[in-house]
């Protein structure tokens, strides 16, 4: 598989046509055994006249017999047209995608090594120094401060592949439903919000689309420095959204609600929908007071913020939607902005409601 790109589209000189495939050689037997029972002029003639290059050479690699008759002599080098390998190397993905993905990137397939997105229990700053290599940014892996959720391009483009391809190529949907907790990344004085998030996967429109679902209670803590630590950890909703205080332009209003009744905390409100200004992000935050459960007879704060991401068709890793949300990823990722006009807040959460299983 690693000497694939070196193939080549150069074809047999005419007398290959008549049988001779080689001076001073007999013409194998195996010929015998080609796919269609047409004489080797006929299939020279399809293979140069009527098969796209990447085509020709993707047919030639089915069988030992046709390839020694389109490659009679040792297989010189390939064609060096960067659309004509990745033509190739995509269609050998649609043949290999159970073991194999293409990376626009690096321009070269990949033994699948992703079992996709991961949750548990990390360090989001050392994560930071083991998964970023800038020699190969579309082969970093994308996660948000304050959660153990880690995604990459490599699931992405998988998962989608089963959903274009068909099975087994690439990931099960089922691969993004995740469990991730609360990360050591800016604790309020030695003490971790006892966040917890569902993740879940949904493939609409030709795309992909994540939902996260978080929640949060303040059972243990006083209001005070409840109130405070949420301020203080600097939680991601997505790459430009965090739940401090600290950064008031891009940071949840639902928790910043000025309350009447709650003065200095939080105001209650349900399902209360924004949405990112950079990537295709929307979240819905509902924001409660009341009682737990036995154990815990008095009232508590109770935060739940639910949101939507949507990923594009994973098709390349420069896609822009990608992009935005894998704001880690590569450098124009940081400056993108969100059109409003084609998705208004709520739009990406509509799509998401939109699914109807079927019965």
Same mark, same amino acid.
């Given at each position: ?24 050689? +007999? ?23 009527h ?7 993707a ?9 020694g ?7 010189p ?49 050392? +994560?930071?120094v083991?998964?970023?290599n800038?020699?190969?940014? @579309?082969?970093?892996? @994308? ?7 880690v ?5 992405v ?11 087994p ?8 439903d995740?469990?991730?907790?609360s ?12 966040? +917890? ?14 939902? !996260? ?11 005070? &420095? ?15 959204? +965090? /739940?401090?205080s600290?950064?008031?332009? @891009? &940071?949840? /209003?639902?928790?910043? @609600? ?16 924004e ?20 154990k ?32 880690? /990823? ?5 400056? /993108? ?5 084609a998705?208004?807040?709520? !739009?990406?959460? !509509?799509?998401w ?7």
């Open positions: 598989m690693a000497h694939l790109p070196r193939l080549a589209l150069t074809l047999p000189p005419t007398g290959a046509a008549r049988g001779v495939l080689h001076p001073g050689r +007999r013409p194998r037997a195996a010929f015998r055994a080609l796919p269609a029972p047409l004489p080797t002029d006929i299939v020279l003639y399809l293979h140069r006249e098969l796209p290059p990447a085509t020709a050479v047919l030639s690699l089915t069988c030992k017999a046709l390839f008759l389109v490659f009679p002599t040792a297989a080098g390939f064609s060096r047209d960067p659309l004509e390998r990745q033509a190739l190397q995509l269609l050998l993905e649609r043949d290999l995608g159970q073991h194999w993905w293409y990376c626009h990137g690096c321009s070269l397939l990949h033994r699948i090594r992703s079992q996709g997105p991961t949750g548990g229990v990390h360090d989001s700053s050392s +994560r930071r083991i998964i970023w800038p020699r190969r940014p @579309h082969h970093n892996s @994308h996660f948000l401060d304050g959660s153990s959720f995604l990459d391009y490599e699931s483009r998988l998962v989608m592949n089963r959903h274009f391809l068909g099975s190529n690439g990931l099960p949907l089922e691969s993004f995740v469990e991730a907790s990360t050591v990344f800016n604790p309020w004085q030695g003490r971790l919000l006892p966040w +917890r998030e569902r993740w879940s996967a949904r493939i609409l429109q030709d795309e992909l689309f994540l939902s !996260a679902t978080s929640t949060l209670s303040s059972a243990g803590w006083a209001d005070e &420095t409840f109130r405070a630590a949420l301020d203080h950890e600097w939680r991601q909703v997505c790459g430009h959204v +965090r /739940t401090s600290a950064l008031p332009y @891009h &940071t949840v /209003t639902a928790l910043r @609600h000025p309350s009447r009744e709650y003065a200095g905390f939080f105001a209650p409100c349900r399902d209360f929908v949405a990112c200004g950079q990537c295709l992000t929307d979240y819905a935050t509902t924001v409660e007071r009341r009682r737990g459960d036995a815990q007879p008095t009232e508590s704060w109770f935060i739940t913020v639910t949101s939507y991401y949507q990923l594009g068709s994973g098709r390349s890793p420069t896609d822009a939607k990608w992009e935005a949300f894998g704001h880690r /990823t590569t450098v124009s990722s940081y400056f /993108t902005k969100r059109d409003f006009v998705h208004p807040p709520g !739009a990406v959460k !509509a799509v409601d939109s699914y109807k299983p079927w019965s």
